[in-house]
């Protein structure tokens, strides 16, 4: 069962003025959106039929109602951003990464296998390894790709290698498999 709406007596005062004066649709439609439900005591979803929008709608058309016609000074807007799933807080993460960071700047290399397994056991819950894939990107964690060289490789011993092996890869001549066109 929903629950009856509560809305200001005197922002229904101001939509019915409004609506009676109005020769704008979307101004008539805010002001039903408000009228509606404290007239009739219609609910969100059959406002929404009514008006023709999706129920999530008509909780912002009100909003919206209240902002352009009801209080003198509107209210400030909401802010929808943040962490809203965190598992723990910023502080709580870096201080969880602290021993992996001691581990890398001393030239160790940093699994993600063992830091997912502690994680879970931190939270005592499963957590997928993308959980941990994120809280190193926050945290600004990259993976190191391998370089196009072997730091210890020497050019010219490679080059004599080049020179003086053995040509294996080049195909020799065999008469027998050749086809011949004549």
Partial sequence: MARKPTIDPTLVNKAQEIASDTKCASTLRLC??????????????????????????????????????????????????????????????????????EQAASGGMVVVSPIRAALA?????????????????????????????????DPKVQEDWKKNSRKSWQLSFNPKLSRAVR
């Fill in 121 to 153: 056991q931190h939270l005592k819950k499963p957590v997928a390894a993308s959980v941990v894939y994120k809280l190193l990107a926050r945290h600004g964690w990259r993976k190191v790709a391998p370089d196009t060289r072997h730091p210890k490789s």
């Fill in 32 to 101: 039903q959106s408000v009228l509606l439900p404290s007239r009739i005591g219609a609910t969100l979803e059959q406002v929404a039929s009514i008006l023709g929008v999706s129920r999530a709608t008509v909780p912002r058309m009100q909003k919206t109602f209240r902002t352009q016609f009801g209080a003198a000074t509107p209210a400030p807007p909401q802010n929808w951003g943040g962490r809203r799933r965190q598992l723990m807080s910023p502080e709580e993460e870096k201080a969880f990464l602290q021993p992996w960071l």
